[in-house]
């Protein structure tokens, strides 16, 4: 299950990066006048979690994280990966953009944890910067989650 989920979510990556050239502005820059997200982020993942039980404990988790964004038009298709836990954690996103403000939703492969994040990308091309916060849940907990990146590497 986990190999053919990872093999339609590339040939969707895959579909969405051939389709992204056509619906572009001039200038690597969509509808809305903004610079696109496509390409590699780098930055800082928080996540607290509060037991939904007296006997759940919380807890609070800081790691580093590479965000992989795919857009086409205000489409986004976007993976992330926690690589410095014993095993990468890896959430499968989609959402929109508009305007620099953005939303992703999606879940871990695997381990059904869902979560949706809400953003704003601010910067010009070359020096973008995002900033979001969300919720996820697992089946005895609420995750409150924040995330900071700067794009390192621009696929336009």
């Given at each position: 299950m986990r190999t053919r989920t990872a093999a339609a979510f590339a040939a969707l990556l895959a579909l969405a990066a051939a389709g992204a050239g056509l619906l572009r502005a001039q200038d690597?820059?969509?509808?809305?006048?903004?610079?696109?997200?496509?390409?590699t982020w780098e930055g800082k993942f928080s996540m607290k979690s509060t037991g939904l039980a007296a006997a759940v404990e919380g807890s609070k988790l800081k790691r580093d994280c590479i965000l992989e964004v795919q857009q086409s038009g205000a489409n986004l298709i976007a993976v992330l990966t926690l690589p410095d836990m014993a095993e990468d954690t890896v959430y499968y996103l989609h959402g929109q953009v508009?305007?620099?403000?953005?939303?992703?939703?999606?879940?871990?492969?695997?381990?059904?944890?869902?979560?949706?994040?809400?953003?704003?990308?601010?910067?010009?091309?070359?020096?973008?910067?995002?900033?979001?916060?969300?919720?996820?849940?697992?089946?005895?907990?609420?995750?409150?989650?924040?995330?900071?990146?700067?794009?390192?590497?621009?696929?336009?």
């Open positions: 690597g820059e969509v509808a809305d006048g903004l610079p696109s997200l496509d390409g508009g305007n620099g403000s953005f939303w992703l939703q999606g879940d871990t492969s695997g381990f059904g944890t869902p979560m949706q994040i809400v953003g704003k990308a601010t910067g010009s091309p070359g020096s973008l910067k995002m900033k979001a916060s969300g919720v996820g849940s697992t089946t005895d907990s609420v995750l409150d989650v924040g995330l900071q990146a700067k794009q390192t590497v621009s696929t336009e």
